[in-house]
């Protein structure tokens, strides 16, 4: 899914930063990059601001239909009067106000191209072991659903990747709203999350919308949720159940639509009582998907050391001494001391035909804090 913009206002441009994935959004204010860019890819859709330099979006209009291009094409024009002056063509063209030109406008025109994409969407998650096979499929069977998914396994299994998944599957060309727990337990993560107006405090000197509405209409993921204090779960709770909320200062009501998934590394089931409250638990846990730790799927080394190293541009392989090893360690630290074992490793084999991992390098690891 990709989203062009030209455009010479760059605050026009920006306004949809927050809204798209990088992998997504290409912005252009000089028309001939723009144009040997189509050429290459035809985007999905292309967003043409009728303010470009000189009346050069006519001619713009005029090299695409020339090309043949297919894409939709959204023409931002000023004024509802401006209508009769759009120029005819053959392509595909909906002229929009300009006023009206934002994310959610864009999602109604994203979200067909979305349903009818077969895109392969590559998981983090490696692994042929029947656990991994297991998760992968539940995180597929769930991504497209209306329902609020939490993710629960000990710290390095690799949650993030999974929520990262679950939400391309379901918003291919959409950000994600992560946000770590850990920063919302005071005024200032408050104020950032729900978003205040002008002068709501003393410091309060400009308007913020909060990340509550950056998540409408995409995903927002909690991270460590079970850092939550029991008051701001209260807070929350209103939010999650009518997507209704109010900004710090504000006594408007706001509403967002946003996907909700969360990530814990213990059990909230056995949380609840001082640290989870059992109402907010219903309403983060209609699915639970369980990330199995590593000494659970040991067979799995092999692929994911792989697969690290040529993260690592590294060309070499780790030799089988070392891959027995390896997988007859416990990791308490799960994938991630997998990867800085193996990060340690490739950096010390210089000049070695493979490399070689051996019972210190795990030593160096347990003192490093995995094992208490």
């Known amino acids: 899914m990709t989203l062009f ?11 949809f930063k927050q809204h798209f994935s990088p992998a997504c959004l290409r912005s252009y204010t000089v028309i001939d990059r723009a144009l040997a860019d189509i050429e290459q890819q035809c985007p999905d859709l292309l967003i043409v601001d009728s303010r470009l330099k000189d009346g050069s979006h006519t001619l713009l209009l005029q090299q695409l ?12 024009i000023e ?19 300009r006023s009206q030109m934002h994310a959610q406008k864009v999602f109604e025109y994203l979200d067909p191209c979305a349903r009818e994409s077969s895109t392969y969407e590559a998981c983090g998650l490696l692994g042929e072991s029947d656990v991994m096979v297991q998760v992968r499929r539940q995180l597929v069977d769930f991504s497209r659903e209306a329902c609020s998914i939490h993710l629960y396994g000990e710290t390095g299994t690799g949650k993030e990747l999974a929520a990262q998944y679950l939400h391309r599957l379901k918003y291919p060309y959409r950000n994600i709203v992560s946000v770590n727990c850990s920063l919302l337990c005071d005024a200032l993560g ?57 900004r710090y200062g504000d006594t408007t009501v706001h509403t967002s639509d946003f996907r909700l998934i969360t990530a814990s590394n213990e059990r909230l089931d056995q949380l609840v009582g001082d640290v989870i409250r059992k109402d907010f638990l219903y309403r983060i846990c209609d699915v639970v998907i369980a990330l199995p730790p590593l000494r659970e799927h040991l067979c799995d080394i092999p692929i994911l050391a792989s697969s690290h190293l040529a993260s690592l541009g590294v060309h070499k392989a780790i030799d089988s001494a070392s891959l027995d090893l390896l997988m007859d360690y416990d990791w308490p630290g799960n994938v991630r001391e997998l990867f800085s074992v193996i990060r340690r490793a490739a950096i010390t084999c210089d000049g070695d035909a493979h490399i070689h991992v051996d019972e210190s390098a795990l030593i160096d690891a347990m003192h490093y804090g995995w094992i208490s």
């Open 190 to 246: 408050k104020s950032m999350f729900f978003g205040h107006t002008k002068g709501a405090f003393t410091d309060g000197t400009t308007e913020l919308n909060g990340l509550i509405q950056e998540a409408d209409g995409s995903t927002l993921f909690l991270d460590e949720v079970e850092n939550l204090s029991v008051h701001f779960q209260a807070h929350l709770l209103r939010l999650l159940e009518t997507g209704q909320y109010r």
């Open 65 to 76: 239909e020339r090309l043949g291009i297919c894409s939709t094409i959204l023409y931002c």
């Open 79 to 97: 004024q509802e009067e401006d209508r009769r002056f759009v120029p005819e063509t053959s392509l595909c063209l909906f002229p929009v106000l």
């Open 5 to 15: 913009i030209l455009s010479a206002d760059w605050r026009f441009k920006e306004r």
